[in-house]
């Protein structure tokens, strides 16, 4: 018979079975209960397979003891998605090999990982052209990579955190800067390998199972049957967004488990696409006497980022630049912030340009005309062109984190309850100053400190309010919540990066509404019928 291009077949492998940690073995494993969101959970087991087989053997001893199951990676995630609720915490931190390479008949280049081989490893690996595993690798691997050494070709998804591993930004479908011009990791995820809850294994490719015209899809059953599901019906936004399982007209099923954030199926494999890199790459800080001039800088960017190679905008407001002002008078050289950051620079932004070697004095030419045009002044810009300059301005920007870090410590010290309150929302390009306006206002309003920064480009600024008391910390939360219905209004995203893990889970709910919810909890099921994996993640439990 024929296979159905909207039924997928997982198929048995013989399992292994890895060892497993319990009771006072558990002693000084705390790490693993806790993700960078700082939340700490319980686990009666951990494990640690080394191959897709020893992760089909955790499955079934975990079916046998009734162990929920929460999949781990390197916990670099702040939503807690890695943080386990009991049962068994899986991590596949030892998963870590880069397998292979090919190149496809149209030239295009795709690696082949285990899910927690490191995003900074790959795309040093890619880089160089050298990877720790090639003596393994097949003689059709090797030929590849001589042929991927005569290329200059990269992995464009980059979260800040380069110590996340492949699988875990599969499963977060992670994006960051660049993403305004690459996009965010999915449209790079070629196939995956996944186990699922029954200890079956999907080999899943893109392009070759979809869900039908209606929706439909089906996984077939041990016993020949065919279980029925239905992606969900709600909108994607139109925006960055990480909330939700995936959904699109006749879905590609390989879509459903990027992003899942470790709900549908455990991620053991994957294959990314490799891209040309541009031949050269610079930065540019630019400065602003108002955050509406750097708006309309923003906005003319957007529109030709193509072609001038606009591969990253980022913004810092007005009181951010204060801020950092601040932080040099009390820190000077230290602070990493330089000397001659002029007074009348109000707001700043921060380009990446990628581009031909030939083409870039046009580039910085153009770009300075449009400088001047927005009402900037091209002379106070700030431009990198080699490696040590760019960490120059690297420094600069990660200046602004770290110091937002440093005062919620201080805030800490005196009440121990607070915790930085950092929103990850995005709305479509003609809300951008709508929803800046309805930031300041209600900020202004509330008498609350906060900085604006972030990923301008694609509207996704993360708001950081800087509680100082526990009154602060309860306004904060209030406006959070209002931002994220006012952003979800505008049709916008209030999980576009970050994703919904264990602490958003109303987040989702004001995304996709309760029919929404329950139509994702039926795909879920459908994957995963004893609702056991990733327990508290998405759904609160
Ligand atoms: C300083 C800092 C900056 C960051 N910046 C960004 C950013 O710019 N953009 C961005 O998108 N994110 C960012 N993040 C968040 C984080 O790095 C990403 O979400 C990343 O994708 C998580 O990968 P991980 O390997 O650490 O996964 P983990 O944290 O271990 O897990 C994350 C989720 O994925 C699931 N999971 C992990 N591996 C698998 C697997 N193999 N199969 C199934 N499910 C799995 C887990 O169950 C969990 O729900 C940042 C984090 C930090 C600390």
Request: charged content about 20%; overall charge negative; hydrophobic content about 40%.
């Amino acid at each position: 018979m024929t296979a159905l291009p909207h039924v997928l077949h997982p198929q048995p492998i013989a399992a292994a079975f890895p060892s497993f940690l319990t009771g006072p073995s558990l002693a000084g494993m705390e790490k693993y209960l806790a993700d960078e969101s700082r939340r700490q959970g319980t686990a009666e087991a951990m494990s640690f397979p080394t191959s897709t087989a020893e992760v089909v053997g955790a499955v079934e001893e975990a079916n046998e003891k009734g162990w929920p199951i929460t999949v781990s990676a390197a916990r670099t995630g702040i939503t807690a998605g890695a943080v386990p609720e009991g049962g068994l915490l899986l991590s596949l931190e030892r998963l870590t090999a880069i397998t292979g390479l090919r190149q496809a008949a149209d030239g295009t280049f795709y690696l082949h990982c285990e899910a927690g081989a490191l995003l900074a490893d790959v795309q040093k690996g890619v880089r160089t052209g050298s990877f720790a595993d090639v003596a393994q690798w097949s003689a059709v691997s090797k030929r590849a990579l001589e042929a991927l050494k005569q290329v200059k070709l990269f992995y464009p998804p980059d979260p800040t955190e380069t110590s996340a591993a492949i699988g875990g930004t599969v499963a977060c479908n992670a994006s960051g800067a660049h993403t305004f011009l690459y996009g965010p990791t999915r449209p790079y995820v070629q196939r995956l390998v996944v186990v699922l809850t029954d200890g079956r294994v999907l080999d899943l490719e893109r392009g070759t199972h979809l869900a039908g015209p209606d929706g439909r899809f089906g996984i077939a059953q041990p016993d020949g049957t065919v279980a029925w599901g239905t992606v969900p019906s709600y909108l994607w936004p139109r925006t960055k967004n990480s909330a939700g399982y995936y959904t699109a007209p006749e879905l590609d099923l390989i879509d459903l488990f990027i992003g899942s954030e470790g709900t549908l199926g455990i991620i053991t494999e994957a294959e990314i696409r490799l891209v040309a890199a541009p031949e050269t790459n610079c930065a540019i800080m630019t400065f602003w006497p108002d955050e509406a001039t750097a708006l309309r800088f923003t906005r003319a960017l957007r529109e030709r980022r193509a072609e001038l190679g606009v591969e990253a905008i980022e913004y810092v407001d007005p009181n951010a630049m204060a801020m950092l002002r601040d932080r040099r008078t009390t820190l000077g050289a230290a602070s990493g912030i330089p000397s001659c950051l002029s007074d009348s620079a109000q707001s700043a932004i921060y380009l990446d340009i990628g581009t031909a070697v030939a083409a870039l004095p046009q580039v910085l030419a153009e770009l300075a005309e449009l400088v001047t045009t927005c009402g900037g002044d091209p002379e106070q810009c700030w431009s990198a062109m080699e490696r040590d300059e760019r960490e120059r301005l690297r420094i600069f920007r990660h200046a602004l984190p770290e110091t937002v870090n440093s005062m919620i410590a201080e805030a800490r010290k005196r009440h121990p309850g607070i915790t930085k309150l950092g929103t990850d929302m995005a709305v479509p390009d003609e809300h951008l100053e709508r929803i800046m306006a309805v930031y300041r206002e209600k900020l202004d309003a509330a008498d609350l400190t906060y900085v604006v920064f972030g990923h301008i480009g694609n509207n996704h600024l993360h708001v950081n309010i800087l509680p100082r008391n526990p009154e602060d910390y309860r306004k904060g939360w209030e406006l959070y919540h209002e931002f994220a219905r006012t952003v979800v209004e505008l049709g916008g995203s209030p999980a576009a990066e970050h994703g919904i893990g264990k602490l958003k889970t109303d987040f989702l709910e004001f995304l996709v509404g309760a029919k929404g919810i329950a139509e994702m909890r039926e795909v879920k099921r459908l994957f995963d019928p004893g609702m056991r994996l990733g327990m508290g993640t998405l759904f609160a439990a």
